[in-house]
């Protein structure tokens, strides 16, 4: 049997047939961390280093696990040496995705069909290297040859937005690229909240001394992104809560953390549950879809995030008390207020899958004819994964819409991502294929074909328009 061929991960005869109708779709990547910069300066890559392991925390865990000294994954050591570190960890990757990846990357976009190995990797390097320079690889190339019809970044509220306007102007690049608002800064635990406030101040000119000036602040920051073409907000939270508080407890909590004072678990749940409120109701005011991704535990191993920072593999599933109770007061206070905007829910805990889509479905209620206005987003970060897709995707059609799923999502700072979309596809549709052997739908292709072509693309494209 082989791997990697036509067939992989199409486990039954209906998936073949289901997947004929969507491999040849384009893609609405609608959350991803890709620099705008590096889209329009549009450098051809020299190294397959650059392009494959720089800033990629997914392989750097993977190849602490497999004993490689920290040198050869974000150290000083040569491209070739870290290159030939992968090498010898992704051949012993069986099981995990980046085995699955990394083989769709390499012979999708290199048309290389052999395995990588620790015994053929320099001579791969060496022809990989050769590929990027004789096909003039380059961000626009990959985006173009994986038929991109739109990106949406993650950008710093205070973020000029310089380089997608300069996108948005080119002629003969048809992409969209989008920013998408972050203010993660904005929240009072985050270590750069009181710098954020003091920039937020030179960049608006408002004086913030309150917690009603500090909205009206990002309130002048939403309005810019939506003239820059913005869709989307995103938000990443440790835990869901709901903890209401007075104006004048949100200016004292406001005061107290620009003087220093670190915040009380109660003082940030307060400002988390106010900001996120009005945030939301901005959110709605702009038609941005607001995308919440929860449940990561941040930051594990100290001395490896003093040393290189953020975003570095040692971030782990966290867990919460009460999260369907929290989530329902939330939900149904931002009807009451009619600040309820488009939302999708990432939820990083699988045990908590079942109960995030139960509760979602209790606010699908809208007048605008919106296609389950409150999506469970795909599996994210430690459920991007086979499993972790099929358990996501469980949970969705049992409780909710499954038709209206707005489908998989790149979230990824590489531009050799777009394969992922491939992978959730031919995932997608041996999940809906089973149904058919099963004998638990109809075996009709049109409509069920008509079902993975709108959650492959078109339900996304739809849920993003204003």
């Known amino acids: ?253 406001l005061q107290a953390t620009r003087e220093g004072k670190i915040p009380s678990l109660v003082a940030v749940r307060k400002w988390q549950t106010g900001l996120f409120r009005e945030l939301c109701r901005l959110y709605k005011q702009h038609g941005f879809v607001t995308q919440v991704h929860f449940g990561a535990l941040r930051n594990n191993h100290t001395a490896l995030f003093q040393r290189l920072g953020v975003d570095i593999g040692v971030d782990s599933i966290g867990d919460q008390t009460a999260l369907t109770s929290h989530l329902n007061k939330l939900l149904d206070d931002l009807v009451e207020r009619d600040w309820l905007p488009k939302m999708i829910w990432y939820n990083l805990n699988p045990t908590y899958n079942i109960a995030l889509a139960n509760t979602l479905a209790n606010f699908q209620a809208n007048e605008k004819g919106i296609r389950s206005q409150l999506q469970f987003g795909a599996g994210w970060w430690f459920n991007d994964t086979k499993l972790g897709m099929i358990d996501q995707m469980n949970a969705y059609a049992e409780q909710g819409l499954f038709a209206n799923f707005v489908g998989m999502l790149t979230d990824s700072r590489s531009f050799l991502s777009y394969q992922r979309h491939d992978y959730f596809r031919r995932i997608l549709a041996s999940y809906v294929g089973q149904w058919i052997v099963d004998e638990e739908v109809p075996e009709d292709y049109q409509a069920l074909g008509k079902v993975v072509q709108e959650i492959s693309y078109f339900n996304a494209q739809k849920f993003f328009e204003k």
Request: aromatic letters at 12%; one cysteine or more; hydrophobic letters at 35%.
């Open 1 to 253: 049997m082989a791997f990697n061929d036509s067939s992989f991960m199409l486990k039954n005869q209906p998936a073949h047939q289901l997947y004929d109708q969507i491999k040849h779709l384009p893609i609405y990547d609608f959350h991803c961390h890709l620099d705008p910069k590096e889209i329009y300066e549009d450098k051809v890559y020299e190294d397959i280093v650059d392009l494959w392991l720089g800033g990629d925390h997914y392989k750097w865990r993977l190849m602490r696990a497999n004993g490689i000294p920290e040198e050869e994954i974000t150290g000083s050591a040569s491209k070739l040496t870290k290159f030939k570190a992968w090498a010898k960890t992704v051949s012993r990757a069986y099981g995990n995705p980046l085995y699955h990846w990394s083989h769709l990357e390499l012979k999708q976009v290199f048309g290389v069909t052999e395995l990588l190995t620790e015994e053929n990797a320099e001579e791969l390097y060496e022809r990989l290297n050769r590929f990027l320079k004789d096909e003039k690889v380059s961000p626009r190339k990959l985006i173009r040859d994986s038929k991109v019809t739109f990106i949406g970044t993650t950008d710093h509220p205070l973020d000029d937005l310089e380089w997608h306007k300069r996108l948005s102007e080119e002629e003969g690049f048809d992409t969209i690229v989008a920013p998408t608002f972050r203010p993660d800064e904005a929240f009072v635990e985050h270590r750069n909240f009181g710098d954020f406030v003091r920039r937020l101040e030179e960049k608006t000119g408002f004086s913030i001394s309150d917690f009603d000036s500090f909205v009206a602040g990002l309130a002048d920051r939403v309005a810019y992104f939506a003239q820059v073409g913005c869709l989307a907000s995103d938000i990443s939270f440790t835990e869901i809560c709901f903890e209401p508080a007075s104006k004048e407890e949100l200016d004292e909590i």
